[in-house]
């Protein structure tokens, strides 16, 4: 009875994840997840996302002035369908500090949390932003990205080759607390560097996010929805300088 029962559980655990060669599909769950169809590189301006921080922690970037750049830091790689849907937590492996021990000093600058909340793994854990991201998003990216250290480098060369910060500072358009921009230029200046339009998302009247769509060779594309809208966006936009944020003291609640 006991060799049934292992039995039965070897075959659960194969079938609940991983990558089955033959079929060329990811195993989820009983069933198989289908393979993602492009790659979506999301990138946060601090000076808006940290307008929201009013407590601060040790591994928060927006209280920690002097190490972090004034550029749009990384907030993930993305796999994601053509119809606007995208898989997540794709395979059992767990979060590994260990397996990124090479990465960390350009993680930490240019890959770092804006945020004190612990985000939750797929294992219903609280993990570090980079756990949360490699296990909902970077675990989907196969058969592309084969493991964790992939997926962080992969991201970081793909950040610094498409270098929005460089492109929108070039074309005049810099931090500034009372600037407004015009959208409709941000996403032409994008679309002129790299001949793809860019999603975008705002908090307010401020430009949090931008997003540049690769296919899997990593040649930029449109992303697939939201090409023509303004996204959460105005039609003119602020790109706060950093220094402008609510931050009311060092307590180590989240924010
Ligand atoms: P995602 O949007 O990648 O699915 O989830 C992001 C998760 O990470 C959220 O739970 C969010 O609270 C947490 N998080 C931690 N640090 C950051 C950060 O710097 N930026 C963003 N956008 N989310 C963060």
């Given at each position: 009875m006991l060799y049934v029962l292992?039995?039965?559980c070897c075959i659960l655990i194969g079938v609940n994840g991983g990558w089955d060669e033959?079929?060329?599909l990811l195993k989820r769950g009983g069933g198989y997840q289908r393979e993602f169809d492009y790659f979506k590189l999301c990138v946060q301006w601090p000076g808006t996302y940290c307008r929201r921080t009013r407590h601060c922690c040790s591994n928060n970037a927006c209280c920690s002035r002097s190490n972090s750049p004034s550029v749009f830091t990384i907030h993930g790689l993305w796999a994601e369908y053509n119809d606007g849907t995208w898989p997540a937590c794709c395979s059992g492996r767990p979060f590994d500090e260990r397996e990124i021990s090479t990465l960390l000093e350009p993680l930490g600058k240019y890959w770092p949390s804006l945020s004190c909340g612990s985000p939750r793994s797929c294992h219903h854990k609280k993990v570090p932003f980079w756990g949360h991201e490699v296990e909902k998003h970077g675990t989907c990216a196969y058969p592309v990205v084969h493991n964790e250290h992939e997926f962080f480098l992969t991201t970081l060369n793909?950040?610094?080759?498409y270098n929005v910060t460089d492109v929108l500072f070039k074309a005049g358009y810099v931090p500034s607390n009372s600037e407004k921009y015009p959208l409709g230029g941000i996403i032409s200046a994008i679309e002129n560097a790299f001949h793809a339009t860019p999603e975008v998302a705002?908090?307010?009247?401020?430009?949090?996010?931008l997003r540049i769509c690769f296919y899997k060779n990593f040649e930029p594309r449109d992303c697939a929805h939201d090409t023509s809208s303004r996204g959460s966006c105005p039609r003119y936009v602020s790109l706060p300088a950093r220094g402008s944020w609510g931050l009311r003291s060092n307590t180590t609640a989240a924010s």
């Open positions: 292992m039995g039965v033959e079929v060329g793909v950040y610094f080759k705002c908090s307010g009247d401020a430009l949090e996010e």
